[in-house]
């Protein structure tokens, strides 16, 4: 434990954090063998069994002892080989398959209803934010309060870009006194505005100013502009070749790097999205087009999308590969945090006058010939029907949150995954492997680790919920021991004792000395059917508004697409103490999911369990 008194920095403990260690070899394949047993019958199991022995007691021992020696000097073992083979090596398109999205509050009326203020307040936040991490004066995330949490995907937030490669992606990064503008995407147009007047930052009611200057433009598209950022839902190494093809020189050159080099790229889109939460419709079409858009108004490459909807909502499409969801949260509850603190007259407009003459947004110009618009015109058809196939819904659950379940002596993410377990259950009659993402920020450049929530003990929770000659103390006792077992493998992971990432890690050794290994192949091709993910809330001090009652303000979280084609991605969040937002993705493509049909029965099962405490 570290403490201090005085003021942290970001980096203050980044130095002193230990490093990830490798887990035991022997471990590590007990402990997967004990995951799947539940999934597998005796024949299947006994198969794995053999596998596993002779991994351990041949090729493992030289793959481990190898990653051993590599986890003496590299910073962590996982988090560079993690970034580049499974983002940057991977050529699918980060549209669904990559990029996840957070949204506004979930409240009836946006901070404000006028599209430039929005804008406005919310790219002064990220502003402020760039400079708190530029001079580290945010401070370290600390892990009830005394433990301190890597920083490091902090850095990356902003200014950052995913440059397509022929067979491998490149993350790049600026520094904020190269990326001292940002790019503006509204209605086909793309604009360069910059944050700067000389050394100060525009106010926001400048920022204002400038973004209903581009509202108010009525000039059309350039020829081939309408469907440019089609191009970032491509393959990558499509994308790649014709990036090199039509974009490496000239107009073309100067007005991408204008876009790839800016702080984020926001988007003005003309649509207008709505939160009530007696039409469910209304939030699953704010977060399916904050996820997707219509295919060509999202620049999927940047780290951070800002889309700033026609009646001021307020949602964020982000890159995968330079951070994960929770670094991002916090930078959300900071911007939403701002939005309520004052920043809006009455009117809506930002606080402020100016009179000074702003130079006015500058149009980007580009010279697309007529087979690079074909090229265009064919990404944005095939991501229109990636969108059409994509089903989502959001279960807005008012009824308890995870105040109730602490009532109950239960881990509300334990309480959650066993109510997503009982779920799939009834809607399958099966059970499948299922992740669930741990952090591992507790050590330098700690990223992720999965944590399997399927076990023995799920497993018998699912079949006590279903069998009617239960009584409720079976079930309560049947629900504690999955929840308690559960949240042990959740500390396992935290502390670097997981299963996936060290058999990723020995998956690579293997390939780097050409050593086949079936085992290895076999465990790393199992399909997740069911990819699960809890948004942190609450994660920092920047709220001054009393938490629980205006929970909801913060975020209504945000979610990812399926990571299988016949499975489903969840996102779950729990705003303060008394609500609860699951956003599910499926494909419609597939016959055996439907996500509003999940989302029916998940509401159904946890007032089922909730049942199970209420004393006749």
Known sequence: MLLWKGKLKLLSYQSSLPRLPVPDLNLTTQRYLKSIRPLTNDDQYDRMVKLANSFQNGVGYKLQRYLVLYSWWASNYVSDWWEKYVYLRSRTSLLINSNYYMIDGATPIPASKIQAARAASITRSILQYRQMIDDESLEPLMLRNAIPMCSKQHLRQMNTVRIPGKECDQIVHYSS?????????????????????GPRWLKTVELEKQFQTIIDDDDTPQAGELHLAALTTQNRTHWANLREKYFSHGMNKQ???????????????DTEQFYDENDPSKLNSFCKATLCGNGYNRWFDKSITVVIYANG??????????????????????????????????????YGETKRRLRPPTRLKWDIPLNCAKEMQDSAKIAKLAIDDLDLYVLDFNNYGKGYMKTCKISPDGYMQMALQLTYYKLTHQFCLTYESSMTRLYREGRTETVRPVTTHSVEFVLTMCDKTKSKEEKRQALRNACDYHSNLAKEAMLGNGIDRHLFCLYVVSQYLKLDSPFLKEVLSEPWRLSTSQ?????????KMDYNPNAKKLSAGGGFGPVADDG????????????LMVHITSKKSCESTSSTEFANMLKKNLLEIQQCFEES
């Open 535 to 543: 948004t942190p809330h609450h994660q920092t001090n920047f709220c």
């Open 177 to 197: 006194s190269v990326s001292r503008h940002i790019a503006v995407f509204h209605k086909g147009r793309y604009y360069k505005v910059d944050l700067y007047r």
């Open 313 to 350: 909502r307020f949602g964020a499409n982000m890159e995968h590969t330079p951070a994960d969801a929770p670094i991002f949260g916090h930078l959300l509850e900071y911007m939403m945090s701002n939005d309520y603190d004052g920043r809006f007259k009455a009117d809506g407009h930002c």
């Open 255 to 269: 007005s991408l790097d204008v876009i790839e080099r800016s702080a984020f790229v926001l988007v003005l889109d």
């Open 568 to 579: 489903y991605g969840i996102s779950y969040i729990f705003a303060g103490d008394d609500f």
